[in-house]
């Protein structure tokens, strides 16, 4: 999608149909995202609320100079962090009407699969809460996501090395972490080789920021 699509220009126009449409084609996207960088937060559909409050607030500036799916994902990841900055406990959102989040199916999985599975999630996540905002960001984007590290440079604005260093700070402290927590030591086979205290040195750049 770019700023030819119709559905795009019609929405900057002010279509409600047109926006409905793109947030029901991207709203789990979105959420994915915000929970990723968030965690296990009550606060998640709030802010994929507040991600489209955004969106219908600056598309007439998107002009198609990037894939309206970068556009997009730029643009939550800012709100996200935005919104962990502030602490804010519920985003402002009352002024522009947003379609509600679907509610998703119920799971298939035993509750004891789930609950296990809720329980590690939870454990990771603490763990990750304590990894600095920057280095957690560029951790979920690239492990989690699976976007590349000059993508996430674009999207958090910093240069490709400065993406890789945090990248690399970010892994050392979440698996030495993992490794000290005994509800997540099972992960460490499933991280591969560079998850016990050891990240892949190819990462690292001469010159890091490890903030």
């Known amino acids: 999608m770019d700023a030819s699509d119709p559905i795009i220009r019609n929405a900057q126009e002010g279509d ?11 709203r789990s ?19 994929v609320q507040d991600v489209f409050v955004h969106v219908f607030r600056s598309l ?3 002009r198609g100079e990037s894939k309206f799916s970068t556009w997009l994902y730029r643009l939550t990841v800012n709100v996200t962090r935005m919104h962990l900055r502030r602490g804010r406990s519920r ?5 522009v009407a947003v379609p509600e989040l679907a509610t998703d199916p119920a799971p298939t999985d035993s509750p004891e699969t789930r609950a296990e599975c809720s329980e ?3 454990a990771l996540y603490a763990l990750l809460d304590g990894i600095g905002e920057k280095k ?6 690239h492990d989690l996501e699976g976007r590349p590290a000059r993508e ?3 999207l958090v604005g910093a240069p490709t090395l400065t993406v890789r260093t945090r990248l690399f700070y970010a ?6 972490a993992i490794a000290a927590d005994p509800k997540l030591r099972g992960l460490l086979a499933e991280l591969g080789p560079d998850a016990h205290g050891r990240p892949d040195t190819a990462t690292l750049p001469k010159h890091g920021d490890e903030s």
């Open 16 to 26: 409600e149909a047109a926006f409905h449409a793109l947030f029901v084609r991207h």
């Open 136 to 141: 957690r960001t560029v951790l979920v984007l």
């Open 171 to 176: 892994r050392k402290e979440l698996y030495a």
């Open 60 to 62: 007439p500036s998107f």
């Open 91 to 95: 985003p402002q959102i009352a002024d």
């Open 152 to 154: 996430i440079g674009e």
């Open 29 to 47: 996207d979105v959420a994915r995202t915000v929970q990723r960088v968030m965690g296990a937060s009550p606060d998640v559909d709030d802010v």
């Open 120 to 122: 590690r999630l939870a």
